[in-house]
């Protein structure tokens, strides 16, 4: 199924904190998350001298592709449950998708027979 008006949230987090946040973000409608393990350098050097905040290096990842009327709730949850108003926290952004392809499961259909309930 070729689906429109979709967007993707990315948010990079401290190593940890991605649960958290992904469970806000479930909450709030996000259909999944896909979470990476990355590595970040630049300004935590820069924070750590600054502020003398303790940045680790190690990051989480979080991609969730929302419909475009869900994405702002989702992106405000995800904002909230990781605290990016604080330094050193992360980052977090929207990006419109063009396009994507993948299988829609129809949930409203009819189980086929020798299913629960049968």
Same mark, same amino acid.
Do not use: N, Y
């Given at each position: 199924?070729?689906?429109?008006?979709?967007?993707?949230?990315?948010?990079?987090?401290?190593? =940890?904190?991605? @649960? =958290?946040?992904?469970?806000?973000?479930? /909450?709030?409608? $996000? *259909?999944?998350?896909?979470?990476?393990?990355?590595?970040?350098?630049?300004?935590?050097?820069?924070?750590?001298?600054?502020?003398?905040?303790?940045?680790?290096?190690?990051?989480? %990842?979080? #991609?969730? %592709?929302?419909? $475009?009327?869900?994405? #702002? $709730?989702?992106?405000?949850?995800?904002?909230?449950?990781?605290?990016? @108003?604080?330094? =050193?926290?992360?980052?977090?952004?929207?990006? *419109?998708?063009? /396009?994507? %392809?993948?299988? %829609?499961? @129809?949930?409203? $259909?009819?189980?086929?027979?020798?299913? *629960?309930? #049968?």
């Amino acid at each position: 199924m070729h689906l429109t008006e979709l967007r993707l949230i990315t948010c990079v987090v401290e190593r =940890g904190m991605a @649960d =958290g946040v992904v469970a806000a973000a479930m /909450k709030a409608g $996000a *259909p999944a998350a896909t979470i990476c393990f990355a590595r970040g350098s630049g300004i935590r050097e820069r924070l750590t001298l600054l502020l003398k905040i303790a940045i680790s290096a190690e990051k989480e %990842v979080i #991609d969730i %592709v929302a419909s $475009a009327e869900k994405a #702002d $709730a989702i992106f405000e949850a995800m904002a909230a449950a990781a605290e990016i @108003d604080l330094p =050193g926290k992360g980052i977090i952004w929207m990006t *419109p998708i063009l /396009k994507a %392809v993948t299988h %829609v499961a @129809d949930l409203g $259909a009819a189980e086929p027979s020798g299913g *629960p309930g #049968d």
